[in-house]
């Protein structure tokens, strides 16, 4: 990518605000999974290499798995949010390896809540 | 005769494996002892096709199905239902669509009373792709800032912010970046800016994790910032301990650097900055501005008196700005939304001058004995008490409040009677404590207040630079009356010498470290003096934590003899042979309280030590 003017910058915006928040693209689904040295530290890697195994497997190519920092909740992690498209994010909690293929399976296939580790829905209050 | 009551209980494989049967058995038995069995029948039945709940057991014609039924909820069901009749709660089966549907975030307390202006992108956003960024209003304020603003309109924005250094310091960014950019111009040299991301509080993680979630936050604002300040020149100064935050930061840094957000001519202006990283080798006093200037100039990291400013002389003699990456980070939403909104948030009134409150928000690293323990953004202001109850969640197991402290570990700590004090960076500073960068420790009521002043005297003594005379002995001379205390041989007069040294380094000490090193120990003498009485003129430690002040005795009243304190001990200091009642041998007892948690019937005792020869 060359340098940028102030035109690009806002072109990029649009672009990657509209997948960020699955407006358009080919994904109905998001799985962010939370990690900042506390999730990490939990196991949020092996949470992640399940996920990434587990979709391969499957051969899905409508659900963007991504990373993003620390959630908040640090005595919760490893934590993840799934977003399906339309629908309000849910944070998870406590997470393991079987934990997010379960996650998997009834919330982004089966659009069930997995309840047993859901912390919440919605988004954070920003100022 | 036909029965009142039929139990149906599923004789189905995969109950049966659940001990069904034995389930069937203890009610029959139940039902006989109570003499219900003219009255009530158990039918084990074929599979009752919900296997993932079982042992299923059925009571007709009331229609209650109990799901998870062991032997000992048998005994129960036969008391409470077959002859009270009062179904049993607890083992009722609820289907999952009459579960009570997950909460929304707002209405959980640790996220509704946090308000995310730094943190705004955490969990968002991934801090790895720069397009993320920019997908959420990124690099939108450095363009305002570079066609629509002069440097002066900037520094104005920022003055009127209000904002203040969250390194802890609290002085107020915008006057620090003008006299910077005064000192630059009047000179003629150029000016370096700095980014201070040498966290080393025990316990604190607040800027590791803005760096590691929201990366191109903090370059933006350091942009920003060299724009007003004039400078080409950048430096984050990052701890070894992050290896996350500096590959990211890099990443974060590279990207800009392809975008042409950093380089020469930046969109297309007569702007050229460039940020570099630099590493600190893990020294706590890397911190103190002026040491970690000392250490980036690749000199042994000690702080300098300060009557020379750094913003006039400070790397390499140049003029230089440091703002810690908190900071930072809240400067493009400064830009981007005005200083009024920033000031719409916060305590005291900062239209007159930036000392005269505290606005926006601060982000705090929040843990030891609460509930919740994590990393959370509050309005300046916010009662101390919201911080630990409603955001924390309060004390975990049932025990009580006893302390915070806030501000890393000369910090001070705060008693109950604090916690509706304000936070912000006036509020602790009166009450012996500070803002510090936002590292924010509970204690609970097993928490030794001397042991607690002693664990960090002697962090700092071991991080002490040496240089100057109050500082290096002063810690010296603190950690030795701390030990005294805690080990039972204090004397009368160590509180005295205690508040001595520390008002002597509270004047003198060369640097800030040195200045509030004895806040630990101050704090907890205005406010926990009768914990350090006790343990002088009586040899006890009300919370049970120095050992040299407490013992272990084994309750004979409990004790069955069954060796397994005998085995958890390392030292073979218990006595006793198997089904009599053990005892401690004082003399090999190294009080490592193994054996209580080893003891099934709580039959080991913490005691105060006894005097008795």
């Given at each position: 990518?060359?340098?940028?003017?102030?035109?690009?910058?806002?072109?990029?915006?649009?672009e990657s605000k509209a997948t960020l928040t699955l407006r358009s693209g080919q994904a109905r689904a998001k799985i962010t999974?939370?990690?900042?040295?506390?999730?990490?530290?939990?196991?949020?890697?092996?949470?992640?290499?399940?996920?990434?195994?587990?979709?391969?497997?499957?051969?899905?190519?409508d659900v963007i798995v991504t990373?993003?920092?620390?959630?908040?909740?640090?005595?919760?992690?490893?934590?993840?949010t799934v977003e399906l498209r339309g629908e309000a994010p849910?944070?998870?909690?406590?997470?393991?390896?079987?934990?997010?293929?379960?996650?998997?399976?009834?919330?982004v296939?089966?659009?069930?809540?997995?309840?047993?580790?859901?912390?919440?829905?919605?988004?954070?209050?920003?100022? | 005769?036909?029965?009142?009551?039929?139990?149906?209980?599923?004789?189905?494989?995969?109950?049966?494996?659940?001990?069904?049967?034995?389930?069937?058995?203890?009610?029959?038995?139940?039902?006989?002892?109570?003499?219900?069995?003219?009255?009530?029948?158990?039918?084990?039945?074929?599979?009752?096709?919900?296997?993932?709940?079982?042992?299923?057991?059925?009571?007709?014609?009331?229609?209650?199905?109990?799901?998870?039924?062991?032997?000992?909820?048998?005994?129960?069901?036969?008391?409470?239902?077959?002859?009270?009749?009062?179904?049993?709660?607890?083992?009722?089966?609820?289907?999952?669509?009459?579960?009570?549907?997950?909460?929304?975030?707002?209405?959980?307390?640790?996220?509704?009373?946090?308000?995310?202006?730094?943190?705004?992108?955490?969990?968002a956003?991934?801090?790895?792709?720069?397009?993320d960024?920019?997908a959420?209003?990124?690099?939108?304020?450095?363009?305002?800032?570079?066609?629509?603003?002069?440097?002066?309109?900037?520094?104005?924005?920022?003055?009127?912010?209000?904002?203040?250094?969250?390194?802890?310091?609290?002085?107020?960014?915008?006057?620090?970046?003008?006299?910077?950019?005064?000192?630059?111009?009047?000179?003629?040299?150029?000016?370096?800016?700095?980014?201070?991301?040498?966290?080393?509080?025990?316990?604190?993680?607040?800027?590791?994790?803005?760096?590691?979630?929201?990366?191109?936050?903090?370059?933006?604002?350091?942009?920003?910032?060299?724009?007003?300040?004039?400078?080409?020149?950048?430096?984050?100064?990052?701890?070894?301990?992050?290896?996350?935050?500096?590959?990211?930061?890099?990443?974060?840094?590279?990207?800009?650097?392809?975008?042409?957000?950093?380089?020469?001519?930046?969109?297309?202006?007569?702007?050229?900055?460039?940020?570099?990283?630099?590493?600190?080798?893990?020294?706590?006093?890397?911190?103190?501005?002026?040491?970690?200037?000392?250490?980036?100039?690749?000199?042994?990291?000690?702080?300098?008196?300060?009557?020379?400013?750094?913003?006039?002389?400070?790397?390499?003699?140049?003029?230089?700005?440091?703002?810690?990456?908190?900071?930072?980070?809240?400067?493009?939403?400064?830009?981007?939304?005005?200083?009024?909104?920033?000031?719409?948030?916060?305590?005291?009134?900062?239209?007159?001058?930036?000392?005269?409150?505290?606005?926006?928000?601060?982000?705090?690293?929040?843990?030891?004995?609460?509930?919740?323990?994590?990393?959370?953004?509050?309005?300046?202001?916010?009662?101390?008490?919201?911080?630990?109850?409603?955001?924390?969640?309060?004390?975990?197991?049932?025990?009580?409040?006893?302390?915070?402290?806030?501000?890393?570990?000369?910090?001070?700590?705060?008693?109950?009677?604090?916690?509706?004090?304000?936070?912000?960076?006036?509020?602790?500073?009166?009450?012996?404590?500070?803002?510090?960068?936002?590292?924010?420790?509970?204690?609970?009521?097993?928490?030794?207040?001397?042991?607690?002043?002693?664990?960090?005297?002697?962090?700092?003594?071991?991080?002490?630079?040496?240089?100057?005379?109050?500082?290096?002995?002063?810690?010296?001379?603190?950690?030795?009356?701390?030990?005294?205390?805690?080990?039972?041989?204090?004397?009368?007069?160590?509180?005295?010498?205690?508040?001595?040294?520390?008002?002597?380094?509270?004047?003198?000490?060369?640097?800030?470290?040195?200045?509030?090193?004895?806040?630990?120990?101050?704090?907890?003498?205005?406010?926990?003096?009768?914990?350090?009485?006790?343990?002088?003129?009586?040899?006890?430690?009300?919370?049970?934590?120095?050992?040299?002040?407490?013992?272990?005795?084994?309750?004979?009243?409990?004790?069955?003899?069954?060796?397994?304190?005998?085995?958890?001990?390392?030292?073979?200091?218990?006595?006793?042979?198997?089904?009599?009642?053990?005892?401690?041998?004082?003399?090999?007892?190294?009080?490592?309280?193994?054996?209580?948690?080893?003891?099934?019937?709580?039959?080991?005792?913490?005691?105060?030590?006894?005097?008795?020869?």
């Amino acid at each position: 990518m060359p340098r940028l003017s102030i035109e690009d910058l806002k072109k990029i915006r649009e672009e990657s605000k509209a997948t960020l928040t699955l407006r358009s693209g080919q994904a109905r689904a998001k799985i962010t999974v939370h990690m900042g040295t506390c999730g990490i530290s939990a196991g949020a890697r092996d949470v992640m290499g399940a996920l990434l195994k587990e979709i391969e497997k499957l051969g899905l190519t409508d659900v963007i798995v991504t990373t993003s920092g620390c959630a908040g909740l640090c005595s919760r992690e490893p934590m993840a949010t799934v977003e399906l498209r339309g629908e309000a994010p849910v944070k998870y909690v406590d997470l393991k390896p079987e934990r997010i293929l379960r996650v998997l399976r009834e919330h982004v296939l089966e659009g069930k809540v997995v309840v047993d580790f859901a912390l919440a829905s919605g988004c954070e209050t920003t100022a | 005769m036909p029965y009142r009551t039929n139990v149906l209980v599923c004789a189905g494989t995969g109950c049966v494996s659940g001990n069904s049967f034995g389930v069937a058995q203890t009610l029959e038995n139940e039902i006989r002892k109570l003499g219900l069995d003219q009255e009530v029948q158990v039918i084990r039945t074929g599979c009752q096709g919900f296997c993932a709940e079982g042992p299923i057991v059925i009571v007709q014609p009331d229609g209650i199905f109990y799901c998870g039924v062991q032997q000992k909820d048998a005994v129960y069901i036969a008391q409470e239902h077959l002859l009270k009749g009062r179904p049993v709660r607890k083992l009722l089966y609820s289907p999952p669509a009459e579960k009570k549907p997950i909460p929304a975030l707002k209405d959980i307390p640790f996220f509704a009373k946090q308000r995310l202006v730094v943190l705004r992108n955490r969990g968002a956003i991934d801090p790895e792709r720069i397009d993320d960024y920019i997908a959420v209003d990124g690099y939108a304020a450095l363009v305002k800032a570079l066609t629509e603003m002069t440097p002066e309109q900037i520094l104005g924005e920022i003055k009127k912010s209000g904002l203040r250094g969250r390194g802890g310091g609290g002085f107020p960014t915008g006057i620090k970046w003008e006299t910077c950019r005064k000192a630059a111009v009047s000179r003629a040299v150029d000016p370096v800016v700095v980014c201070n991301a040498d966290e080393g509080d025990p316990g604190a993680f607040m800027d590791r994790s803005i760096i590691e979630s929201d990366p191109h936050s903090v370059v933006e604002g350091m942009i920003i910032g060299a724009r007003a300040i004039g400078a080409k020149e950048g430096f984050v100064y990052i701890r070894h301990e992050y290896p996350i935050a500096r590959e990211r930061l890099k990443k974060a840094l590279d990207q800009a650097r392809e975008y042409g957000l950093l380089g020469e001519n930046i969109f297309g202006t007569m702007m050229n900055f460039d940020i570099e990283i630099v590493q600190g080798a893990g020294a706590f006093v890397c911190g103190e501005s002026t040491a970690l200037m000392a250490s980036l100039e690749g000199k042994v990291g000690e702080p300098r008196a300060k009557y020379i400013h750094t913003v006039e002389y400070g790397y390499k003699n140049r003029p230089t700005n440091l703002n810690n990456v908190e900071t930072w980070a809240n400067v493009p939403l400064i830009i981007n939304r005005g200083a009024e909104w920033f000031t719409s948030m916060g305590s005291g009134d900062v239209s007159e001058n930036p000392w005269g409150g505290s606005s926006g928000t601060k982000v705090f690293s929040l843990v030891g004995k609460v509930k919740n323990t994590g990393l959370i953004e509050v309005p300046m202001g916010i009662p101390l008490r919201e911080i630990v109850f409603d955001i924390g969640g309060g004390i975990p197991e049932g025990r009580s409040f006893k302390a915070v402290q806030t501000g890393g570990p000369s910090g001070g700590c705060l008693p109950e009677s604090a916690l509706d004090m304000p936070v912000d960076f006036d509020s602790l500073t009166e009450a012996g404590s500070m803002m510090g960068s936002g590292g924010m420790i509970v204690m609970d009521d097993q928490t030794c207040m001397v042991d607690v002043a002693r664990y960090f005297i002697a962090f700092l003594t071991e991080e002490s630079c040496g240089k100057c005379v109050p500082c290096r002995e002063g810690l010296r001379s603190s950690l030795d009356a701390l030990n005294r205390i805690t080990q039972g041989t204090g004397k009368p007069d160590d509180i005295g010498l205690l508040r001595e040294i520390g008002e002597v380094m509270q004047d003198c000490c060369l640097c800030a470290l040195g200045t509030s090193a004895a806040n630990p120990v101050l704090s907890t003498i205005q406010y926990f003096k009768d914990e350090y009485e006790a343990h002088i003129n009586k040899g006890v430690c009300p919370a049970g934590v120095c050992t040299a002040l407490i013992e272990y005795q084994i309750d004979p009243e409990k004790c069955d003899g069954c060796h397994a304190c005998v085995h958890g001990c390392s030292t073979n200091a218990i006595i006793g042979n198997v089904k009599q009642v053990h005892f401690i041998d004082k003399e090999k007892c190294i009080k490592c309280g193994a054996c209580v948690e080893a003891c099934k019937r709580n039959g080991i005792l913490k005691v105060p030590r006894s005097h008795a020869a």
